[in-house]
C-alpha cells in the first residue's frame, strides 16, 4: 500500500495495479486513489469499470489498445472477474502491446497466486495485497478518523467498538460516523456513547453471556439468557453465537497447539487480533476433545430443536447449564 502512494506521490503510476484480499474497505480506497491520480472521475469517455466474471474480455483490450481521448491517460477497473484464477490464452501479449496510456486497475478478493496472469502483472506493474489489518494499524486507523473530526477515543474505548462490530472497516467507518454526529458537541468519545450509538442491548448481553459460559459463572451466565429472551432475541440465534463460539476455541485450541502466531490465527478464525488472547484463555480451560464435544452437543441440539424433539428455549438453557458448570476441565 505504501508503495502505491509513493507512485502516487512522486507520478510514477504503473500501467498495471492488482488489488486483492479480503478488506474491501482498502482495496476501495485505493482503487480511488489511483483513479483520481489519472483521470477525472467523471470522464466517462476515458474511464471504464467493468465488473463480474462474465465480462467480454476481448472487449476490454479492444479497449485498451485505443488512445485516450483528449486526455492523458486511459484507465480500465476491472472487479472480481475471475482472471486470476483461470486467464484466457494470449492476454499477456494482448497486455504487452498497450500505449503507455492505458492503465488498468484489477481489483479481486479471489486470486491463485499461481496463476500466470498474476505473476505477469507482478513483473509489470504491482501487486498489493489488502487483507483485515492488525490491531496495531486498526487502532490507528480509527484514531486518524477521530482526529480529523477533532474527537478523541481512549484505546479501550476503540477496542470494546472493534470487538464487537467485528474489524470490517467499512462498517467500522459507518459507525465512526454516527458516533461523530451523536457526540457533535463533545470531543471524547466513550464506552457508553459505543453501547447507546453502535452496539445494541442485546448484542452487548450476548458477548457477556459467553464470556460468563467462558469462565464458568453458571449464575450470570443464565441470567444473561433470560434477559436475551426478555429482549426478544431468539433463543435459535443464542444457540447459533454458542455454536460458533466453540467452533473458534476448538480452532485456536489446535492452531496454539501447532504454533501459530496469534495474527494468522486472528486470520483463519476470522476474529479481531487482540481478541485471540481471551480467547485462547478460555480454550486452554478445555481439551480439544472436550471443545469438540462442545461443539457436536451444540449441533445435536440444533437438530433436536428442528425435529421438535426438545424447545428451543429449553435446549439452550441446558446448554448452557451444562457448559458454565465444570463441563470438562482441561
Same mark, same amino acid.
Given at each position: ?9 512522486? /507520478? ?28 477525472? !472521475? *467523471? ?6 469499470? #467493468? ?32 482472471? #486470476? ?10 497486455? $504487452? ?8 486497475? #484489477?481489483?479481486?478478493?479471489?486470486? *491463485? ?21 492488525? *490491531? ?19 484505546? !479501550? ?16 467507518? /459507518?459507525?465512526?460516523?454516527? %458516533? ?19 452496539? /445494541? ?9 459467553? *464470556? ?21 432475541? !431468539? ?6 453465537? %454458542?455454536?460458533?463460539? #466453540? ?24 476474529? !479481531? ?22 461443539? $457436536? ?34
Amino acid at each position: 500500500m505504501n508503495n502505491i502512494k509513493k507512485d502516487i506521490e512522486k /507520478n510514477e503510476i504503473k500501467q498495471f495495479y492488482l488489488l486483492s484480499g479480503e478488506e474491501d474497505y482498502l482495496k476501495r480506497q485505493y482503487r480511488n486513489k489511483l483513479v483520481e491520480a489519472m483521470v477525472n !472521475p *467523471d470522464d466517462n469517455m476515458n474511464l471504464n469499470y #467493468f465488473e463480474g466474471n462474465d465480462v467480454k474480455i476481448q472487449d476490454i483490450l479492444d479497449l485498451g489498445e485505443t488512445l485516450p481521448f483528449f486526455a492523458d491517460n486511459r484507465v480500465i477497473v476491472m472487479e472480481n472477474t475471475g482472471l #486470476f484464477k483461470k486467464t484466457p490464452e494470449g492476454i499477456e501479449k494482448r497486455l $504487452e502491446a498497450f500505449p503507455e496510456s492505458t492503465h488498468m486497475i #484489477f481489483v479481486e478478493k479471489e486470486i *491463485d497466486k499461481r496463476n500466470r496472469l498474476y505473476k505477469w502483472i507482478g513483473k509489470n506493474g504491482y501487486v498489493s495485497e489488502m487483507n483485515k489489518p492488525d *490491531d496495531k494499524m486498526l487502532l490507528a486507523w480509527v484514531k486518524s478518523l477521530c482526529k480529523a473530526e477533532k474527537k478523541k477515543m481512549e484505546d !479501550p474505548c476503540i477496542f470494546y467498538l472493534i470487538e464487537h462490530m467485528g474489524t470490517d472497516m467499512l462498517l467500522l467507518k /459507518n459507525e465512526l460516523e454516527k %458516533l461523530f454526529c451523536y457526540c457533535y458537541e463533545r470531543d471524547q468519545i466513550s464506552v457508553d456513547d459505543v453501547k447507546e450509538i453502535c452496539v /445494541n442491548q442485546a448484542t452487548d448481553k450476548m458477548f457477556d453471556m459467553l *464470556d460468563a459460559i467462558g469462565s464458568h459463572n453458571q449464575d450470570k451466565a443464565l441470567l444473561l439468557y433470560h434477559d436475551l429472551l426478555a429482549l426478544k432475541e !431468539p433463543a435459535i440465534r443464542v444457540l447459533f453465537m %454458542l455454536t460458533r463460539h #466453540f467452533h473458534i476455541l476448538m480452532q485456536i485450541s489446535a492452531l496454539s497447539s501447532e504454533g501459530k502466531e496469534n495474527k494468522e490465527i486472528a486470520s483463519i478464525c476470522k476474529i !479481531p487480533p487482540f481478541s485471540v488472547k481471551k480467547y485462547a484463555s478460555q480454550a486452554g480451560k478445555y481439551t480439544f476433545q472436550t471443545l469438540k464435544e462442545m461443539l $457436536e452437543k451444540c449441533q445435536r441440539t440444533d437438530a433436536e430443536i428442528k425435529t421438535g424433539r426438545i424447545s428451543d428455549t429449553v435446549g439452550v438453557e441446558l446448554l448452557i447449564v451444562e457448559f458454565s458448570g465444570n463441563y470438562g476441565h482441561a
